[in-house]
């Protein structure tokens, strides 16, 4: 009996296994975030700004902002070197209100070394209609160091890149009107039909009505009056936490620069005999300097002297990897080659091109 309720109490996470909220899988639409860019200074730099000789733009913008403070530098020649300009970017969220703080991103374009310890001064953030919705100001936070001498100079990290946490504030919000939207349409971030047709069941199913149609394999459309929820709002958050699988696709990722090679869960490999082998190829140079003797006329003549080879490896020989009809059986009569991750990405590209390897083969 003891026995039994564990298996049930069992029974609910092995259900779960692989599912995956609603909101993790989607994008509401009309509910998402804009991106917003601005152009600034910072200043207060250790002597690590811009060299306004190679970055004319800093002092024509450093000009402009001492005039408005009612400082007239017309016709001085100054030369600061505390002073870089910058990029200052960020995503204004959803539904940002008025008085919002904001995260942001600053970047030197000039020839600035560093932005540790500076400050950046009352920067306009314009989202791509050319308004203005935060004003960002602050102290720089970088996340990296540099420091040099006469000879040499090292850098960790990049400091010529930092961030002001809450460092812009909102000073206009996105029309957008959520609470007069009577349809909602779900975009799949990983386009699948039987995915799409999972979350149509599963909305459905947590109604007790039909209020969802899938439209196609990246959109699911939802009837929010036929959810009878006090508003769009209420309907959105009864349904984001519901619990989908997804169907996922058969891929194999490869990145040839780190040799680092990663496969999905449904990836199959057809009955296949594969044999492999390596050619090294050896070029090396011995230049040889003949001299003329003591008190000789002569000159001296360096004589090129090449020792050049090919050795070819024993390899593999022809070996067998059996039918795998799961990832696990994949891995194993691969590891059986008994080769190194980089000949494992040619083996692979070997056998999609022979038809064997059932997946997506993506090359990075």
Avoid: W
């Amino acid at each position: 009996m003891r026995l039994f309720v564990c298996l049930l109490m069992l029974l609910p996470v092995i259900a779960s296994a692989g599912t995956i909220r609603l909101k993790d899988l989607v994008d509401f639409d009309g509910v998402r975030g804009n991106d917003l860019v601005g152009y600034g200074l910072v200043v207060g730099l250790n002597g690590t700004g811009d060299g306004l000789r190679n970055s004319p733009f800093t002092e024509e913008i450093m000009s402009n902002i001492l005039e408005r403070l009612g400082v007239n530098v017309n016709g001085e020649d100054f030369r600061p070197k505390n002073v870089a300009a910058v990029l200052v970017t960020a995503s204004l969220p959803p539904f940002s209100r008025v008085g919002g703080q904001i995260d942001v991103t600053v970047s030197a374009i000039g020839d600035s070394k560093s932005l540790l310890g500076g400050t950046l001064i009352m920067t306009p953030l314009n989202a791509a209609d050319g308004q203005i919705y935060a004003v960002a100001q602050g102290t720089v936070l970088a996340g990296g160091a540099s420091a040099e001498g006469e000879a040499a100079s090292v850098v960790q990290g990049v400091p010529t890149s930092g961030v002001i946490p809450s460092g812009a504030r909102v000073e206009r919000e996105i029309d957008f009107d959520l609470s007069t939207l009577t349809q909602m349409r779900l975009a799949l971030r990983e386009p699948d039909f039987t995915t799409a047709s999972r979350i149509e069941t599963a909305i459905n199913i947590e109604f007790n009505r039909a209020v969802a149609i899938m439209r196609d394999s990246g959109t699911v459309e939802l009837n929010i009056a036929a959810t009878q929820s006090i508003s769009p709002a209420h309907a959105l958050g009864r349904i984001e936490n519901i619990l989908v699988e997804p169907e996922t696709k058969a891929r194999v990722v490869v990145d040839q620069r780190s040799g680092t090679i990663v496969m999905g869960q449904e990836v199959r490999i057809s009955r296949v005999a594969v044999s492999q082998g390596n050619l090294t190829l050896t070029v090396e140079e011995a230049p040889i300097a003949v001299q003329p003797n003591p008190f000789a006329r002569g000159e001296t003549v360096v004589v090129p002297r090449t020792i050049a080879g090919i050795e070819e490896e024993e390899g593999t020989g022809l070996a067998e990897i059996p039918e795998a009809t799961t990832l696990s059986e994949v891995v194993a009569g691969l590891n059986a080659l008994g080769v190194s991750p980089r000949d494992m990405i040619d083996i692979l590209k070997t056998i999609k091109a022979a038809g064997a390897l059932h997946a997506e083969f993506i090359v990075r």
